[in-house]
């Protein structure tokens, strides 16, 4: 079964600096899709960037990153110029693309970003 | 023009009761989930329907029942509460087959049993 592992429970970054969080995942599968969501304070789950396996560029969205190796099964965010707002939890997810859970989202257990002014 | 929509936001009930927890989404998206976020912040799928058939049924107590009148409604029914229930659940829709596209999540219902 595949799982996904955030290894930093918190982090902290001072504003306009730059933060990378870790994600690494377990599969046997060739072809997925892993995603990064952030959830502030208002609960909301918010996309952030989106990889596709199949793709050895790296993602990139405004200030958002991805470090994606998939040999080593690693799918780190950098997330530069952090902002105030950036302040929320992040987690990692990994979309299963076969079996009869195909399409789901599993997650890691999310890492708490701190932004200090 | 809310895209995922849950309610209530807050439902607060005592164990023993049963509740329902509405999902509607206005993307045309096929298939819907159901998610519980735990107080440690771990979030889990639950359930999964495709066009209204069940398609993800994890190791869920009986006492949960997704209903999908239509494809574009997902409601949660949950019967007997109990303490362990309290957590925060998640609607989510996307597209079906296309398996890059995202989860667009609904901004979840907070369920505390009392």
């Known amino acids: 079964a595949q799982t996904v592992t955030q290894s930093q429970p918190e982090m902290s970054v001072q504003e306009a600096e730059t933060v990378t969080l870790s994600c690494t995942y377990d599969?046997?599968?060739?072809?997925?899709?892993l995603f990064w969501y952030k959830q502030p304070p208002s609960r909301q789950m918010i996309l952030v960037i989106r990889?596709?396996?199949?793709?050895?560029q790296n993602a990139t969205e405004n200030r958002f990153s991805v470090n994606f190796q998939k040999a080593a099964k690693s799918f780190s965010l950098k997330i530069s110029d952090s902002q105030l707002g950036d302040a929320a939890m992040y987690f990692c997810?990994?979309?299963?693309?076969?079996?009869?859970?195909?399409?789901?989202?599993?997650f890691g257990k999310g890492t708490k970003l701190s932004v200090k002014p | 023009d809310t895209a995922v929509s849950q309610t209530p936001k807050y439902l607060v009930t005592q164990m023993g009761n049963d509740k329902s927890i509405k999902c509607e989404q206005n993307?045309?998206?096929?298939?819907m989930y159901w998610y519980k976020q735990d107080s440690k912040k771990f979030l889990k799928i639950m359930f999964s329907?495709?066009?209204?058939?069940?398609?993800i049924n994890e190791t869920v107590p009986n006492r949960f029942s997704p209903k999908s009148p239509d494809k574009a409604h997902l409601n949660l029914h949950i019967n007997s509460l109990e303490l362990g229930d309290s957590a925060v659940y998640f609607c989510?829709?996307?597209?079906?087959?296309?398996?890059?596209?995202?989860?667009?999540f609904g901004n979840g219902t907070r369920l505390t049993v009392t």
């Open positions: 989510a829709s996307s597209l079906p087959g296309q398996l890059n596209s995202p989860l667009h």
């Open positions: 599969t046997s599968e060739s072809d997925y899709y």
């Open positions: 990889q596709e396996a199949y793709k050895q």
């Open positions: 997810a990994y979309r299963q693309t076969r079996g009869g859970s195909q399409g789901n989202l599993i």
């Open positions: 993307l045309g998206h096929d298939t």
């Open positions: 329907y495709n066009n209204k058939e069940l398609i």
